[in-house]
């Protein structure tokens, strides 16, 4: 990991404050997801899967949910976050390229409209796209990003992975931000593309993964054994358990 891919990561999983800090060992470990729903986002992220976190109110863990993944996305991937008004500025090679959202809400690093088409326009050119939204399900991010920023279908498609988390129970209706710090967070709905297809729903919290979640059991069972054995690490940063990542999938 380069020390400039090194240093964003670091800035944007803000090592000061416990929850946004958490790694995916962590979410494991709270029972946000599983070992075995783990183990397949690791599989995909891990070879060069774009995914969106959402959740409709503020507080329930999109963002840490996000910040979790870029341990495993593939090292020979630089970070660069997108910022308003130089989304287009993202210079040579392949990048990962971060969104801190998509929101028309401040603060003022978030992107909507125009920045938001800039940020899409990058899959066509190879780069692995990250963000969160304000959203609970797909027709509400669909219709946030095709709808009213006006995002071309195939760039939305580009995004592979739709990964939602709720409060267990639901969330309460009408709420901009929850505060409840006691009620467990859990991953309740995932969607996947290809790429090309429309996206279709592969994980509920009763189904499992269900048959149509992409599949590679070999390299799902290693992900799973370097989870397992992170468990048992006390390394629990995300760019700690990035650095191990690398060392043990080179």
């Known amino acids: 990991m380069s020390d400039s891919s090194q240093g964003v990561l670091k800035e944007i999983s803000h090592p000061e404050d416990e929850e946004l800090s958490r790694s995916l060992l962590d979410l494991i470990e709270?029972?946000?997801?599983?070992?075995?729903?783990?183990?397949?986002?690791?599989?995909?992220?891990?070879?060069?899967?774009?995914?969106?976190?959402?959740?409709?109110?503020?507080?329930?863990?999109?963002?840490?949910?996000?910040?979790?993944?870029?341990?495993?996305?593939?090292?020979d991937l630089a970070f660069k976050i997108a910022l308003p008004d130089a989304v287009a500025e993202i210079g040579e090679g392949r990048h990962c390229v971060i969104s801190t959202e998509l929101s028309d809400h401040p603060p003022p690093t978030y992107l909507w409209g125009q920045d938001v088409r800039d940020f899409f326009a990058h899959s066509a050119q190879g780069h692995i796209l990250v963000a969160n939204v304000h959203a609970d399900d797909l027709d509400e991010i669909h219709g946030q990003m095709v709808g009213e920023n006006q995002v071309p279908e195939d760039q939305f498609r580009a995004i592979n992975l739709l990964i939602f988390i709720c409060l267990e129970g639901g969330n309460p209706p009408g709420e901009r931000r929850i505060k409840d710090n006691t009620t467990r967070r859990i991953v309740n709905k995932i969607f996947y593309t290809d790429g090309s297809s429309p996206h279709q729903s592969v994980y509920d919290p009763a189904s499992g993964l269900m048959p149509a979640a992409p599949r590679d059991a070999e390299h799902e069972a290693r992900c799973r054994a370097f989870l397992n054995a992170g468990l048992a690490s006390p390394e629990r940063s995300i760019t700690g358990v990035r650095r191990h990542f690398i060392e043990w999938n080179a």
Not at 39 to 66: E, H, N, Q
């Open 30 to 75: 709270i029972s946000t997801v599983d070992l075995e729903l783990a183990a397949w986002l690791v599989s995909l992220v891990s070879r060069g899967a774009s995914y969106i976190t959402g959740s409709g109110p503020g507080g329930i863990g999109k963002t840490t949910t996000m910040h979790t993944l870029l341990s495993f996305v593939p090292d």
